[in-house]
């Protein structure tokens, strides 16, 4: 972080420092505390960071951000310490002139989050969202980590109700814009499909008028904002919708996915370091980025090939002479689909396995969109379906009769079952929210690394 006055932020905030001071660090937690730093004391359902505040200070904090007084502590006072979080960083991004890319949408997020920071890192010394940082407290720090040596930022905006990507946006003022699609997650709290549509579109909020857009031309709610949007609307397809980018010529191979890239007149060859059609849609929106911001066609192709997946997100790993595909962090129908079709086209000795477990936060249609998992897994090459969940019995019903299918809600039943099926040549899905935990029944089944 570079410097900046106590004076400028209290301005921002409304409201008045106690001490003049420079920082350079604003910290949220005294565990990990530089000494002439800023303590934000944030509010938590579980935790009040208002109670060390004084620990803070002498721990050797300057100055303290709280929604009260505190008695023999200086404090700058403000009405809502999380919301002063994202002021500050929003008043400290606008020192920094470059590029911003913010990332949204239901599903595909954070991989095109790193497909995106892998193409600028070509050529821009670029800031991106660690890890799954993308809330209301994980954005507003991501901008605080810009120093005068970055030349771009990818920041990814998550979101479960209404408002949340506005105050992001607000915040981090992006330059370009992704939305990657609209399904259902967080649909209990949206209400709609459209509901989420509304809250992803609010990413726009904090944009310049002028500042483009990037989605999907193969998305039914997305597709007509090229023509509905009074700013610039780029769009991607691989299904052969009109659009600015396509993809044509998709082979996936031993985990790498080739593909031409098709932009006018040129038809560009591109290799991916992963599978799955909807990773070759991330891969066309993070193109889009490199080409709005200036760069080599080379280099964006060597951005893209120097993609590796993170977390838990399709990990493809070999175990026990197994190939299991990990994809355990998040879930939704499409997600499901996508996954689904990976498994179905993966190169298979033995027989291909899938492990479904419930897909969270869906509410009253919780019931229906796991049905229509069902449907999808009924058209699949599978050998055995295993339910893992109380919502995933759903999938069971509509799966058919094609094959095996095993239901249950106890995690040492499944363990059980799957060590006792699973053999040498199988390759092997397991795909769920990550409320569910699946990554500890692969621990489980298979051994710790």
């Known amino acids: 972080m570079e410097s900046i006055s106590l004076a400028q932020i209290a301005e921002r905030l409304g409201t008045v420092t106690p001490v003049q001071a420079d920082i350079t660090e604003i910290s949220t937690d005294t565990r990990s505390l530089p000494a002439g730093c800023l303590f934000l004391a944030l509010r938590g359902k579980n935790f009040d960071g208002h109670d060390f505040v004084k620990k803070a200070i002498d721990d050797g904090a300057v100055v303290a951000v709280t929604d009260r007084q505190i008695e023999d502590v200086p404090c700058i006072v403000v009405g809502d310490t999380g919301q002063a979080l994202l ?9 920094f002139d470059i590029p911003v890319v913010g990332i949204t949408g239901s599903v595909g997020k954070t991989t095109t989050k790193e497909l995106t920071a892998c193409v600028l890192s070509q050529k821009f010394n670029t800031l991106k969202t660690a890890q799954n940082l993308n809330n209301e407290i994980g954005c507003p720090k991501t901008l605080l980590q810009l120093t005068k040596e970055h030349q771009a930022a990818v920041i990814e905006m998550g979101m479960n109700h209404f408002g949340e990507i506005s105050r992001m946006t607000n915040c981090a003022k992006p330059t370009i814009a992704i939305i990657t699609n609209i399904g259902f997650s967080h649909v209990e709290n949206l209400g709609s499909q459209d509901g989420i549509l509304k809250a992803k579109l609010e990413i726009l909020e904090g944009m310049e008028n002028d500042a483009p857009l990037i989605t999907s031309a193969d998305d039914v709610r997305l597709a007509p904002l090229k023509k509905t949007l009074n700013r610039p609307v780029y769009t ?36 991916l370091p992963a599978i799955g059609e909807h990773n070759v849609k991330n891969a066309l929106a993070a193109y889009l980025v490199g080409v709005l911001t200036g760069m080599e066609e ?32 998040n879930a ?21 396995i899938a492990v479904l477990g419930d897909m969270l936060e869906l509410g009253d249609m919780s019931q229906e969109l796991h049905e ?14 295993y339910c893992y ?49 699946l990554e500890k029944i692969i621990e489980a089944v298979y051994g710790a690394e």
């Open 372 to 385: 229509q998992v069902g449907v999808i897994a009924r058209d699949c090459n599978l050998n055995m379906l």
């Open 236 to 271: 991607f397809s691989t299904e052969g919708n009109p659009a600015d980018v396509w993809a044509e010529d998709i082979k996936e191979e031993n985990g790498v996915t080739t593909f031409s890239i098709c932009h006018g007149e040129k038809k560009l060859l591109a290799v």
């Open 298 to 329: 080379q280099e964006i192709l060597c951005g893209l090939a120097s993609y590796s997946p993170v977390g838990a997100r399709q990990n493809i790993l070999e175990k026990n002479g197994q190939t299991v595909i990990e994809d355990c962090y």
């Open 332 to 352: 939704s129908p499409a997600s499901m689909k996508a996954a689904l079709q990976v498994l179905n086209n993966y190169p298979c000795e033995g027989r291909r």
């Open 389 to 437: 969940g109380t919502a995933s019995q759903f999938i069971a019903q509509k799966a058919g009769d094609k094959f095996g299918i095993f239901c249950t809600d106890d995690e040492n039943v499944l363990v059980s079952k799957l060590q006792e099926y699973t053999k040498e040549g199988d390759v092997v899905l397991f795909k769920a929210s990550h409320g569910m935990h």
């Open 87 to 95: 002021d500050i960083a929003g008043l400290y991004r606008e020192q």
